[in-house]
């Protein structure tokens, strides 16, 4: 099997999961029957359902679209998808790796594996759509993927509603006790580090990260962003492990990758912060906490930040005017982008270890690729602006 034979598997199984989303949007939208017949009772059910049309199944629908300015596949006329934009899952790279390959189009048959694989898949993604709209209401983000955030569009309290919904309906549809406990474990890793990046906007954690030698102020950083973007990537995985039962060994290794490739990818977020060329309409905005691993990591160099004791003096336009002005700013972004670059080459290491064939390889490539590239791009970008070579 080539590359363009492994991008068709690709394609047919991202194809397979947004077909499986829309089963599971109309399954939502089915009129409720209260057994009754009489007229009233009909006027009400329609008044109901229309109301439940306008507060959740709407705002659910919205939540869980596709968005434009997310990565996905290129549109390939022809091929699995045509031109829909589809984003692969690990859930799916997991079940290729572990089950392996169709022989060619058609030949796959139906099995109970599969089955699973498909209902952890959705709720892999619903879950993720769920976090993002409770994570917009808590950042106070306007803006996802180039759209109104969905509190924007719904208000505040049908958003925190939906968020919520949303989440119990993943964890039904998943069904399987196994998946379940899996990503129930990574509903509450993900809660946990969204608490722990909040309170880096109280005065009472910035003087603590103030006061902490650097080595803390690292851990501290790791460990917010292990359990709150590191979820992104090792939720899909285990519950997928989990469903085919895979030997604990192979679950440990692949969930010390996803946690490096967590680390790298919330690097890229601290990094697109203050970098111009791949930040975009976000660039300099992220100033209200000391979450970011930039600023964490300029507090040990002259010109030293406000005191401990004045903790509310580095926020806002004093912490971006801090961080933008200093003298290693350049010297920072271009350590901590390899930092990322080698998270990544590390993490991509210890999966290929694990992978069945060099078909699996490849596709676990596509999958992560289509926004892991954007680390490397990002240290060039920074190499190209020091004047680095080699």
Known sequence: ????????????????????????????????????????????????????????????????????????????????????????SMVYWAYRNYRGFPEGPGSEEASADLAVVRRAAVAVRVLLKAAVVLDDIQDGSAMRYGEPALHITHGVPVALNTGSWLITAALRHA?????????????????????????????????????????????????VAARKTGTLFRMPLDAALAALGVVEEERHALDGAMRRLGLASQLFNDLTDVVPELGGAKTHQDFDGLGNRVFLELLDSPPRPPRPSDPDGLTGARLKSYVLGHPRLRDTLLDLSAQAVEWKRSAKEAVRGVCRSARSAAYFDVTIERKGHLIDRLHETLRQRSGATG
């Open 1 to 88: 099997m080539d590359a363009a034979q492994v991008n068709s598997v690709v394609r047919h199984d991202a194809a397979l999961l947004e077909d499986d989303l829309r089963a599971f949007l109309k399954s939502l939208t089915a009129a409720p029957d209260d057994g009754s017949a009489d007229g009233s009772a009909a006027v009400c059910a329609t008044a109901l359902h229309r109301s439940l049309h306008r507060s959740l199944y709407t705002p659910v629908s919205d939540a869980l679209g596709s968005k434009v300015g997310q990565q996905a596949l290129p549109p390939s006329a022809g091929a699995p998808g045509g031109t829909a934009p589809l984003r692969p």
């Open 175 to 223: 069904a399987d006790p196994g998946v379940v406990d899996s990503l129930i474990r990574g509903v509450g890793h993900g809660f946990t580090g969204q608490a722990l990046d909040l309170a880096t906007r109280s005065a009472d954690t910035r003087a603590d990260l103030l006061a902490a030698p650097h080595e803390e102020r690292v851990r501290f950083w790791e460990s």
